[in-house]
């Protein structure tokens, strides 16, 4: 599958609301997979639609543990508790991380690529990834909520997102 061009900061779609997605067809899920590939491609653990110039509420995330990839289609935060506090990069944000505080647990809703509605709920990290994505979907930027920028001593082996 064709990896996309990542869209990078200032694009104005990286600030708009998503449309939700009402086709469920084989163009979304050649969509996802080319997603998946670019995601990997530029060493990400998770990608939304206006990442790739689409504003579409479609994200996936992968943080390479037992769950596989989440295809988070139309998704909508039921529940979230806790708080943790950790650094976090964007692949629209080429070589700048921060601290950002999100909550340590998460519940959503989504559809599948076939429009199967699921629920979801993740702790830590894979919480953190699933709530950067949304926020995307929304024009939440993550450098809207970083506390404190990071500079590249301070990276030396943490992971990002």
């Not at 163009?27 to 653990?45: C, F, Q």
């Not at 559809?111 to 699921?118: A, S």
């Amino acid at each position: 599958m064709p990896v996309r061009k990542i869209i990078t900061y200032p694009a104005e779609i990286l600030e708009v609301t998503c449309e939700k997605v009402a086709v469920f067809d084989k163009k979304l899920t050649k969509l996802l997979h080319d997603m998946y590939d670019t995601m990997i491609e530029y060493d990400g653990v998770g990608l939304a639609a206006p990442q790739i110039g689409l504003a579409h509420q479609i994200a996936i995330v992968d943080i390479d543990d037992e769950n596989g990839t989440i295809e988070m289609i139309n998704p909508v935060v039921l529940e979230t508790s806790g708080e943790q506090n950790g650094p976090e990069g964007c692949l629209s944000f080429p070589g700048i991380y921060g601290e950002v505080n999100r909550p340590n647990y998460v519940k959503i809703k989504a559809q599948d690529r076939k429009g199967k509605f699921y629920t979801f709920e993740a702790e830590g990290f894979l919480a953190r990834a699933i709530l950067h994505e949304i926020d995307h979907l929304h024009g939440i930027l993550f450098t809207s909520k970083v506390t404190r920028y990071l500079d590249e001593e301070e990276l030396e082996g943490l992971d990002e997102e």
